[in-house]
Each structure stands twice: as structure tokens, then as C-alpha cells.
């Protein structure tokens, strides 16, 4: 089955109001909860490099479809913290394969907002999410992406709400700075960090 057309509808839950968002959303006036996922990120000006990448993977348009998804969108500063050349390269025509990839590892095809993260880290009922999830007694949750080599973890730390690539271990992840970016056809949470596929 193609992965981009796996997920549930659910209802319609809060929406981020426009000038009620973090200095994380650059342009939240201009947001857009009729437009979709990809619509609203092309409107948010410290999305420039997340939205190069999504466009030069050819992701675009399938993540235009009927969804729902969650995106966890890193910044452009999230990107700027990974190896010098390295957004440079995977930009590039031959490594599209692994742009794709990494991409990928930041969709979850449902739908979660940020109170069904909590409710799911805290109180462990996953019923009515939309997404495959696997608890871990006090730790977290994992779920599945649209990259098949890849789930991802959400756990809390204080009062932070993390995402990584692995469940447990001595650091947290990356921090969730802005959540609930609704659109048609799912959510966005802004994250400071970008997901490694594999690590």
C-alpha cells in the first residue's frame, strides 16, 4: 500500500490563532487553517530550507494529499545546525533517495496534536489517535513515519516535550517549540532540530 494514503480521519481539534504563536512561526498572520500542511509552511519564512528540501524531493504534492499528517518541521536554524555542506548535499540531484528519507522521518501519517502527545506520554491511552503506537511504561511513545527504516519517540522532560529517533537514552531529543500549526490535511509542530533517519 502506498504510505502516503495510510492514516485516519479524526476531528477537528484547536488551531494555532493567528499572532498567538511563538516568534518560532515567523508570518503566523498569513497562517491558514483551509490550506494544507505544505501551504501554510511555504507561508512561514524561517521554513525556507524545510521547504527547498520538501521541493526538491519531490514531496510537495503528495504531502498536499488528503492526509491527515504530522509534520514535525524543523527551523531554519535547525538545519543550520547540522555539518558544514551538509543541507548542500543532500540537495543534490544523485542523493535524492536520502533527502527523500530523512524527509520522510518527520511525517507521521495521522493525526497528533499536542494534546494527544501529552496524553499519550502521560496517561498511555491511545485509542481514537489515528497513528501505530507503542508505549513504554513512565518513558514515552514511539510511532511510525513515512520512512519505513524509521520510528520516532516522543517523551517529557520538565516541562519540554522531546522527538527522537530512539526511546530513552541520556538525552531527551529534540525540543517541540511550537506545536498545532493546523491545516486541511493535518498538523505541524515547529521543532529545533532536524531527525537523523537511522540514529
Do not use: C, W
Amino acid at each position: 500500500m502506498n504510505r502516503f494514503s495510510k492514516a485516519a480521519i479524526l476531528g477537528t481539534t484547536m488551531f494555532v490563532a493567528a499572532g498567538a504563536a511563538s516568534a518560532e512561526i515567523v508570518n503566523a498572520d498569513q497562517l491558514n487553517a483551509n490550506e494544507t500542511v505544505v501551504e501554510n509552511a511555504m507561508k512561514i519564512s524561517n521554513f525556507s530550507t524545510l521547504v527547498a528540501a520538501v521541493k526538491a524531493a519531490g514531496l510537495a504534492e503528495p504531502l498536499m494529499g488528503e492526509g491527515p499528517y504530522t509534520i514535525l518541521a524543523p527551523t531554519d536554524a535547525a538545519f543550520d545546525k547540522l555539518d558544514d555542506g551538509a543541507v548542500e548535499s543532500l540537495m543534490a540531484p544523485e542523493n535524492r533517495e536520502q533527502l527523500t528519507g530523512l524527509l520522510q522521518a518527520h511525517v507521521i501519517p495521522g493525526l497528533l496534536t499536542q494534546a494527544d502527545i501529552e496524553k499519550l506520554i502521560l496517561e498511555e491511552d491511545v485509542a481514537n489517535t489515528g497513528v501505530t503506537v507503542n508505549t513504554v511504561d513512565g518513558e514515552g511513545f514511539t510511532v511510525d513515519t513515512l520512512s519505513s527504516a524509521t520510528d520516532i519517540s516522543f517523551m517529557k522532560e520538565g516541562s519540554g516535550t522531546y522527538v527522537s529517533t530512539t526511546l530513552g537514552g541520556s538525552e531527551a531529543g529534540i525540543k517541540i517549540i511550537e506545536g498545532d500549526i493546523m491545516g486541511s490535511n493535518g498538523v505541524v509542530h515547529v521543532i529545533d532540530g532536524v531527525l537523523m533517519p537511522g540514529k
